[in-house]
């Protein structure tokens, strides 16, 4: 590949060793990537889907931040655009015992609470009933709501699929983010995908929530977009499988992952920078690397507060459209099961999060861990995180075991 200019700012296509992203310019002048889904407004197949949770923090520093600026009548205006839009279930924790038995359905708890995010990865072409729930979060709140600890479930864990005798699914062991697919199928929708990935990871972790919560990649970006981008640190060289430079356009890559950066690989540089929404979000797929998955999980954490960060500046905060914007992107995107509470009741309830910190958590050591058939697996001290989440003991666990927590600085960007 000749030498070019394949980016603006510092963005530039090196012969010999494919192309590279850093900085902060725009790829091709543009708001997306050419060739990219983002690019071709017009069309409206499936697409690659991403984190997903974000959205759902992010509406709880926005509406948090209200409170202090406009007051209840101001805070309600923006909170029912926001659940406007949310589709909403109780077909979820209300079966089989899913739901936190500690606190009467309809109520939000008092104490400690969990909620289960599930994120679809939908490629290009697939319709209902093919998505897999390749991002899997645990957000552990403490007694205050003031304070969150997230925790990934690798999406390659092997572990049982419970039988659904309602939904016709049988008993089997497979990859956990199978579970989503298989519960959605013949017209179960994202209701009964959320039901039987629920019901795996309860089988997995013995947690019981207080909320589930499914989120699409159309509307992750749109919030994104709404917030102009985020600032994010790229702690290593990495290459994204799902877009290429030709001729000096970021182009998204029809096809197949491959195994190896092609020659035109898009390349993702060191360094913190501010990212347009389609960047963080491929940034926060990336996992070619030593640590693979858990690279992922990690970017996925570090977007999520950065998003969580940037929803509750002042930049956000003191423009109402753009506050507008952010939530109706957030409603579109968000589905949810809050175990009997009002939706807004649910979502205010925790908007002690926005000026709390989101704490990251380590799960496997934070690379692979052999499981049965050589599968992934999951260790004897993340098997023990589990239990002291499930029984609300998790700060005091954490100060025993600090390796679990990510707390170098590119984590918190």
Request: net charge positive; charged share 20%.
């Amino acid at each position: 590949m000749p030498p070019q200019t394949a980016m603006q700012g510092d963005r530039v296509a090196r012969p010999g060793r494919s192309n590279t992203y850093g900085g902060g310019g725009t790829y091709g002048g543009g708001g997306g990537p050419s060739g990219s889904p983002a690019a071709k407004g017009k069309k409206k197949s499936k697409r690659h889907k991403s984190p997903l949770w974000a959205k759902l923090l992010t509406t709880f520093g926005v509406i948090l931040a209200l409170v202090g600026v406009g007051g209840i009548v101001v805070v309600k205006y923006f909170l029912n655009q926001l659940t406007s839009n949310i589709q909403t279930t109780s077909s979820v924790l209300d079966s089989n015992g899913l739901g936190n038995k500690t606190v009467p359905v309809g109520k939000l708890p008092d104490g400690a609470m969990n909620l289960l995010m599930l994120g679809l990865d939908t490629r290009t072409g697939w319709g209902e009933g093919e998505s897999r729930s390749d991002t899997i979060l645990i957000l552990h709140i403490t007694a205050s709501h003031d304070q969150a600890y997230m925790i990934s479930i690798p999406r390659d864990t092997v572990a049982k699929i419970p039988a659904d005798e309602s939904m016709g699914v049988r008993e089997q062991t497979t990859k956990i983010n199978a579970a989503y697919l298989f519960g959605s199928q013949n017209g179960r929708g994202w209701q009964g995908g959320a039901k039987l990935a629920t019901k795996a990871i309860h089988e997995l972790t013995g947690i019981e929530f207080d909320g589930v919560m499914v989120i699409d990649f159309n509307g992750f970006k749109g919030i994104l977009e709404a917030m102009g981008g985020v600032h994010l640190c790229v702690d290593k060289r990495m290459w994204s499988s799902h877009y290429v430079v030709n001729n000096g356009k970021v182009e998204y890559a029809h096809g197949k992952d491959p195994t190896s950066p092609p020659r035109n690989a898009l390349w993702f540089e060191k360094g913190c920078r501010n990212m347009q929404p389609w960047e963080a979000l491929e940034f926060s797929r990336l996992r070619h690397s030593t640590n693979g998955d858990y690279d992922r999980q990690r970017h996925q954490q570090q977007l999520l507060r950065a998003m969580a960060k940037k929803a509750s500046s002042s930049g956000v905060m003191g423009n109402p459209t753009k506050v507008s914007k952010i939530l109706a992107a957030a409603g579109k995107s968000l589905k949810m099961d809050t175990h009997g509470v009002p939706v807004d009741s649910f979502i205010f309830g925790l908007k002690g999060l926005a000026a709390g910190d989101l704490i990251p958590i380590k799960t496997n050591g934070g690379t692979f861990a052999p499981g049965q058939g050589g599968g992934e697996g999951i260790s004897d001290d993340t098997r023990k995180l589990f239990e002291a989440t499930s029984a609300d003991r998790l700060p005091e666990f954490l100060g025993r075991h600090p390796e679990m927590l990510i707390n170098d600085a590119t984590a918190a960007s």
